[in-house]
């Protein structure tokens, strides 16, 4: 919403600049995006006034004019029809610059000197009216720089409006609310409708609402004798001010009533309207309806319409029809002024995807009692500045009439709710200049609403009122406050900052990525159905991803074409699919972990050293150990998204997720060429096998024994099951196992591997013999060769 | 006795400042013998006085042990250091790099996102608050009705919804932790719910249509507009630092009333006008109030006997603002020239 401080002054008294003004209009809740002053895009143009005019020999249409700008008489050639002695008109002299850079220089015209131009509204880029020159006010004195008039103290203010305040949709709302803290209050225009009292209205107007749910209030006035024509220039200038370009006296009175009370208006050209009478009623199944931006539309039954005698002619409150329009031949008007359903009319240009400044008022809420001013408002201006004459009285059809609403506010709840005491007299004072109307009964504040504030409901929102007046800064924060502590355990959240330092302390760089995705990304990662957005922004970003891995991937693949080649990234994120399609989602949080390229890139120690498979299987061990998850294995696993080198995750025997290494259709899918290793473990399952409590181990007393074995090995023999073996044949004192060298080559024969194991031995009651640890190393060795065939190497 | 106690401790004085000398001025592994065999020797100048020490009278024998030991040591100490320096700059014969950069471990980092998020979360959480959490994946239900925005509410309009049926959308606030909290847990709450938000607006310098907010809700008895301003300003300063001003704007939520804009001062230029502020010296922030009494309705929460304050913020804005970050790109796209300075 945008309103200048003149326009603010026809209303309210005050004497701040418009900053001042924007900066008390913010603290009092309506808040200010921006303040632009007028511009206009033209110099060299000065009033004058036309004091002759002769017609051209040899032009059917060109005048000879005499112009005084002043100072001066200059001649002007122009062709316009309205040019008459007297008019009071704008002037560009020779040298003066008009929009689109056109510079004029006097010329000759038919063999006549023009020594400027009398300007069209739409040549200064006032208006769109071309046809013919503006006329000016004739208050405005020859040879002023009409630049400079027109743009003096016209400093816009731009107001972002919250959508309770339908009210301050209108500039007279606006100024309501200076008046407030300029100490004044405001003044709506008056005005005289100039009535033939010899014609009735409703003789001319009949009104019939069949949907008073919907529509609870139509009012309507009949004008005839108007002169359809170009604005005067302080009516083209305040809209276009505000952002409304001026189209011709009609609509732009209907728009300017509106700007001024908030109160949208419609005028209908009456020749149009068979019968002379209106029918408000919903629509019929599979009517249509052809709207002023000639779209025809498709209504419902909800859709309120405005009909004549037996068509629709308008929808309701939202856009006027094209078959029933104000054109330049128009005459009679059958002007409307309304208070239609808010939840109606909103529902109603959602649907159909049309929102105008009409509806967006209605689906607000306006003024109910302000319908009628409204009406007669633009009634007195179309007599005014459109030469009509108004049939006597206007049509209110107003079934049910709105009462105001009656609240009361206990002084003692605006203590409980802001936390101060205000004074009851302060608080009377607050809603006073609000316009409420107030009656204090045993020191209970009873108030009745006014109609221009629909907003104000219940008891909390008069607190606001007095408190927004009041100032929110002029209450004190109270920043020592007694804490009732919340001491519920959140367990996820320590865990999840756990396994972020954990992440991070092992290499990982913590990425934060879009959920929203593009199907053929996540679908090969979900096992069931992805879910997809209904409205998408755009087709690349229309599914909820089902895995981390596709935006962990996405992040790499934008790493790699910049030159990033090495890498480790995780993510805690959520995941998302359907059970039931259509029914039943499942929302998961998932951790990622992605891998690739050299482990120390970049830095001169071994630099080629690539992140493997087993770096990463290493890292989540290492995680699961650190975050005190006991039992982890791996199992054999068939990801279709894997290569042949991937696993399931285990803890307890229940899968908590996978790794491997992304294969070929998957890196041509997502344009990668590199090698990439993932891992995707779920967030809840994991933290379902999460030990919490630490105890403390004795360190053995005594010592232990170390032994290293060393086993040649068929190469497709997995380490797992010799460590198994190992396990199971080394009694009761082996109490580690690890394998610390893996060897293939030229020292041994094809085929085979050699396999070296580190054990440690002991027992926490005693120092252990030689003997006992070498029986221990013979069953291994023994069990070894028995079970799996496997050799000592020697 | 031939010599006085005195003399002879003068005399092995001298000799230690001979020695000293001496060894000073040796420059190889010969001369170093030399001079041990000198001194140290069965037959060295230090072995002679030694002899010295049964001659003196017993009393003063423990003074002169005592001098001839520590000259003793002395000289042991001083050629074997001397030997060990010369065996090590006879190794620099293959030259080691010291200079060679250190090798650093992979250390991983937080995205600057999450360290806002963090720091935010930390300041609350030690001013009494829980963390709650809540679905991405909402229903109306949660993200507008309960929280006084039926259908066809014109509030709806600046919430641009992503839905997936007609019930099911993605959650556009984190508003919704509220209710839900509140449905779970009866007063005294007293909360904060970071999480992820999405609207469907076009990408662009400051839109992206994935977004982080942290929403914070304080229900009990006796809790007030002026205790909503207390814990602002005391977040603030705990995030800004102690000269940070706080400035609360009337402004409209469906689920608060009052409900509040808040500003912070500048951060930048203090409140005087810069380009951060766009001149006004005020930083908008985010939203807050005290929760509409339709709301504590939904979940059946009396109130005349409780009253609450929630408030919002956006990690986004507060980690572009901090960090000077001109483009919410930058977050998601996890460029590893931007990840690595955080």
């Not at chain 1, 071309?130 to 107001?159: C, F, M, R, T």
């Not at chain 1, 002007?335 to 209605?362: H, V, W």
């Not at chain 1, 473990?681 to 053995?700: A, G, R, V």
């Not at chain 2, 001979?18 to 170093?32: H, N, T, Y």
Request: glycine content about 6%; proline content about 4%; overall charge negative.
């Amino acid at each position: 919403m945008k309103v200048t401080l003149d326009w603010l002054k026809e209303y309210v008294n005050f004497k701040l600049s418009a900053e001042e003004v924007a900066e008390k209009i913010t603290l009092q809740g309506l808040e200010v995006d921006g303040i632009t002053y007028v511009h206009y895009d033209f110099n060299g143009v000065f009033v004058g006034t036309i004091t002759t005019v002769e017609a051209v020999a040899d032009s059917d249409h060109l005048s000879r004019c005499q112009v005084d700008v002043g100072n001066r008489t200059l001649q002007v050639v122009c062709g316009a029809p309205n040019v008459r002695s007297g008019l009071k008109v704008p002037v560009a002299v020779d040298g003066a610059l008009l929009p689109n850079n056109i510079r004029l220089k006097t010329s000759t015209i038919k063999g006549v000197a023009s020594e400027g131009m009398i300007c069209s509204a739409a040549e200064l880029g006032i208006s769109n009216q071309s046809d013919i020159v503006l006329e000016l006010d004739n208050q405005i004195p020859d040879g002023l720089n009409l630049k400079e008039y027109l743009e003096k103290g016209e400093a816009v203010i731009e107001i972002d409006v919250t959508a309770n305040r339908p009210d301050c949709l209108g500039v007279i709302g606006v100024a309501r609310e200076v008046a407030v803290f300029s100490g004044s209050r405001v003044k709506k225009p008056e005005f005289n409708v100039r009535e033939n009292s010899d014609q009735h209205v409703d003789e001319l107007i009949k009104v019939v609402i069949l949907n008073p749910e919907n529509c609870p209030r139509y009012t309507a006035r009949y004008i005839e004798n108007v002169t359809i024509g170009p604005s005067p220039l302080w009516l083209a200038k305040r809209l276009e001010a505000v952002g409304i370009r001026s189209i011709n006296n009609v609509v732009d009175i209907t728009n300017f009533v509106m700007m001024e009370t908030g109160q949208p208006l419609h005028a209908f050209d009456y020749d149009t309207i068979a019968d002379g009478t209106i029918v408000v009623r919903n629509a019929k199944p599979d009517e249509s309806f052809t709207t002023l931006d000639e779209v025809e539309r498709k209504l419902d039954e909800e859709s309120c319409m405005i009909c004549d005698a037996q068509k629709p002619v308008a929808l309701g409150g939202i856009m006027g029809g094209l078959n029933s329009e104000i054109t330049g031949s128009t005459t009679r008007i059958l002007l409307e002024s309304a208070y239609f359903n808010p939840d109606n009319i909103r529902r109603t240009s959602k649907k159909m995807g049309l929102s105008t400044d009409s509806s967006q008022r209605f689906e607000r809420g306006v003024d109910y009692d302000g319908v009628v001013y409204a009406l007669n408002r633009a009634t007195a201006l179309f007599c005014e500045l459109g030469g009509g004459v108004a049939a006597h009285g206007y049509v209110d059809n107003y079934p049910n009439k709105i009462e105001k609403t009656a609240i009361s506010l206990r002084p003692s709840r605006l203590k409980q709710v802001l936390g101060i005491p205000i004074d009851i007299g302060r608080i009377e004072d607050i809603l006073r200049s609000l316009e409420f109307d107030v009656n204090v009964v045993n020191d209970v504040i009873h108030v009745n609403v006014p109609s221009h504030r629909p907003d104000v409901s219940i008891e909390e929102d008069l607190i606001e009122e007095v408190a927004r007046i009041y100032g929110y800064n002029n209450i004190t924060g109270n920043i020592s406050a007694v804490i009732k502590l919340d001491s519920r355990k959140n367990s996820i959240e320590s865990f999840s900052q756990e396994v972020r330092d954990i992440s991070t302390g092992i290499g990982y760089l913590e990425i934060v990525t879009n959920t929203l995705i593009q199907k053929s990304e996540t679908r090969p990662f979900c096992v069931n159905e992805p879910i997809d957005i209904r409205n998408p922004l755009s087709e690349d970003l229309a599914s909820l991803r089902s895995s981390l891995i596709p935006s962990a991937l996405i992040v790499a693949r934008w790493n790699l074409n910049r030159q990033n080649r090495s890498f480790k990234l995780f993510e805690i994120g959520n995941t998302f699919h359907w059970l039931v399609k259509g029914q039943q989602h499942e929302e998961q949080t998932k951790i990622v972990y992605l891998g690739t390229g050299n482990i120390r890139e970049g830095i001169w120690a071994e630099p080629d050293k690539a992140i493997g498979f087993h770096d990463i299987k290493g890292d989540l061990e290492l995680f699961c150990d650190r975050l005190n998850v006991r039992n982890v294995d791996f199992q054999d696993s068939s990801y279709s998204f894997f290569d042949h080198r991937q696993l399931d995750l285990t803890v307890d025997g229940a899968r908590i997720g996978c790794l491997g290494s992304i294969n070929r259709n998957i890196q041509k899918l997502f344009e990668i060429k590199n090698e990439i290793f993932v891992a995707e473990l779920d967030f809840h399952e994991l933290l379902k096998h999460k030990e919490w409590e630490k105890t403390y181990n004795s360190i053995p007393k005594f010592p232990s024994i170390f032994r290293d074995l060393s086993f040649l090995v068929d190469v497709d023999v997995p380490s797992k099951r010799i460590i198994a073996e190992i396990w199971q044949a080394g009694g009761e004192y082996l109490r580690s196992v690890k394998l610390y060298d893996l060897f293939t080559g030229k020292q041994i024969e094809n085929n085979k591997k050699s396999l070296t194991f580190s054990l440690v031995y002991f027992s926490e009651e005693r120092t252990l013999t030689e003997e006992e640890v070498d029986s221990s190393i013979s069953q291994i060795i023994d069990s070894l060769k028995q079970k799996l065939n496997i050799n000592l190497r020697t | 006795m031939d010599q006085s106690l005195n003399d002879i401790i003068q005399q092995l004085q001298d000799i230690r400042t001979q020695f000293e000398k001496e060894i000073e001025a040796c420059s190889g592994a010969e001369v170093l013998e030399a001079l041990r065999i000198k001194y140290l020797s069965k037959k060295g100048i230090i072995s002679g006085y030694l002899a010295l020490l049964g001659k003196v009278a017993p009393e003063e024998r423990p003074l002169l042990g005592q001098q001839l030991n520590e000259l003793k040591s002395l000289a042991q100490n001083l050629i074997a250091e001397r030997v060990e320096g010369l065996q090590l700059s006879h190794r620099t014969h293959t030259f080691f790099d010291t200079s060679l950069p250190g090798i650093k471990p992979l250390y991983g980092r937080k995205h600057p996102l999450r360290v806002v998020q963090d720091e935010i979360k930390s300041i609350f959480t030690s001013m009494g608050f829980r963390i709650e959490m809540g679905p991405e994946l909402e229903s109306d239900y949660y993200n507008f009705e309960a929280l006084n925005i039926p259908v066809n509410h014109p509030a709806r309009d600046s919430h641009d919804t992503f839905y997936i049926t007609d019930n099911l959308l993605l959650r556009t606030h984190t508003s919704p932790v509220q209710v839900r909290t509140m449905e779970k847990f009866k007063p005294p709450i007293r909360i904060i719910a970071p999480g992820r938000c999405f609207r469907k607006d076009a990408i662009d310098a400051t839109h992206y249509p994935t977004f982080h907010q942290v929403e914070g809700l304080v229900v009990d008895e006796g809790i007030n507009f002026a205790d909503l301003k207390g814990i602002i300003l005391a977040f603030a300063k705990k995030l800004l630092g102690e000269d940070i001003k706080i400035r609360f704007r009337p402004s409209y939520f469906p689920f608060t009333e009052p409900s509040a804009e808040y500003d912070f001062s500048c951060f930048k230029c203090g409140g005087t006008g810069c380009r951060i502020c766009k001149g006004t010296g005020w930083i908008e922030i985010s939203g807050a109030g005290m929760v509409h009494p339709a709301v504590f309705k939904y979940v059946d929460y009396d109130s005349e006997k409780y009253t609450g304050y929630a408030f919002g913020m956006g990690i986004e804005r507060i980690a572009m603002l901090r960090y000077q970050i001109d483009d919410i790109r930058v977050f998601y796209e996890n460029d590893l020239r931007f990840l690595q300075q955080f």
